[in-house]
């Protein structure tokens, strides 16, 4: 194939796969009555699943899929609670958001599994971490990409991800009876995965807008 010709299909292929839906946003009606007791939010492990191509899931062992979909949501978690950090600074929410590295403590020594976390409560889990409120995050990878369209978005921007599709939720939850505060849904289109910061950069960019906890909320 002629250099032309690649550049041509991978300007095509970026066009169409760098895009994102609009995001769904939710906020419950009295959430003004519980925001003012909130002084603690923790961010959670994201909950991953990674689907593959054939080739890709022949190669791949149950155990190495788990091991790569756990460190997938470890760093989402961590680039979470960074970019929030950030903008916490600008914004000034009215929460402080539990140090990873103590939520991930605290999660240890109760002995539950990264794997099970959804097998627990939202209200269970806010009691365990003393907080009042956490922050859990679903991402689904969806479509994989070719080989070839990988590479060719991958020479215009050097994102090598084998995905097209991500579809991510976000939830906060109290501590009190779990109830669900806010959800926001985004789906991300495109060869996202080059890097969790930037998946979460664009994830958060939209979600700040509508994100709880600012002095106005």
């Given at each position: 194939?002629?250099t032309?010709?690649?550049?041509v299909?991978?300007?095509?292929?970026?066009?169409l796969f760098?895009t994102?839906?609009?995001p769904?946003?939710?906020?419950?009606?009295?959430?003004?009555?519980y925001?003012?007791?909130?002084?603690?939010?923790a961010?959670?492990?994201a909950?991953v699943?990674?689907?593959?191509?054939?080739n890709?899931a022949?190669?791949?062992?149950?155990?190495?899929?788990?091991s790569?979909?756990e460190k997938?949501?470890?760093?989402?978690?961590e680039?979470?609670f960074a970019?929030?950090?950030?903008?916490s600074?600008?914004?000034?929410?009215t929460v402080?958001f539990?140090?990873?590295?103590?939520?991930?403590?605290r999660?240890?020594?109760?002995?539950?599994?990264l794997s099970?976390?959804?097998?627990?409560?939202a209200?269970?889990l806010?009691?365990?971490?003393?907080?009042?409120a956490?922050l859990?995050t679903?991402?689904r990878?969806?479509?994989?990409?070719?080989?070839?369209?990988?590479v060719?978005?991958g020479?215009?921007?050097g994102?090598w991800?084998a995905?097209?599709?991500?579809?991510?939720?976000?939830?906060?939850?109290?501590?009190?009876?779990?109830?669900?505060?806010w959800k926001y849904?985004?789906?991300?289109?495109g060869?996202?995965?080059?890097?969790?910061?930037?998946?979460v950069?664009?994830?958060?960019?939209?979600a700040?807008?509508?994100?709880?906890?600012t002095?106005?909320s």
């Amino acid at each position: 194939m002629k250099t032309s010709t690649l550049s041509v299909w991978a300007v095509a292929l970026l066009c169409l796969f760098l895009t994102a839906c609009g995001p769904s946003i939710y906020l419950a009606n009295d959430f003004r009555a519980y925001a003012p007791k909130h002084k603690i939010v923790a961010i959670l492990p994201a909950s991953v699943t990674m689907e593959m191509r054939p080739n890709q899931a022949r190669n791949t062992s149950p155990e190495q899929r788990l091991s790569m979909e756990e460190k997938s949501g470890a760093d989402f978690q961590e680039q979470i609670f960074a970019w929030l950090l950030r903008r916490s600074q600008q914004r000034g929410y009215t929460v402080q958001f539990q140090n990873v590295t103590e939520t991930n403590a605290r999660l240890r020594e109760s002995g539950i599994p990264l794997s099970e976390l959804r097998s627990h409560t939202a209200q269970e889990l806010a009691q365990l971490l003393g907080v009042d409120a956490v922050l859990t995050t679903s991402v689904r990878t969806t479509k994989p990409m070719s080989d070839g369209a990988a590479v060719a978005v991958g020479l215009l921007v050097g994102a090598w991800g084998a995905t097209n599709q991500a579809n991510i939720s976000v939830n906060i939850q109290e501590a009190e009876a779990g109830k669900l505060l806010w959800k926001y849904d985004y789906v991300a289109a495109g060869s996202v995965f080059s890097s969790s910061a930037s998946v979460v950069d664009a994830l958060m960019r939209n979600a700040s807008k509508k994100f709880p906890y600012t002095p106005k909320s």
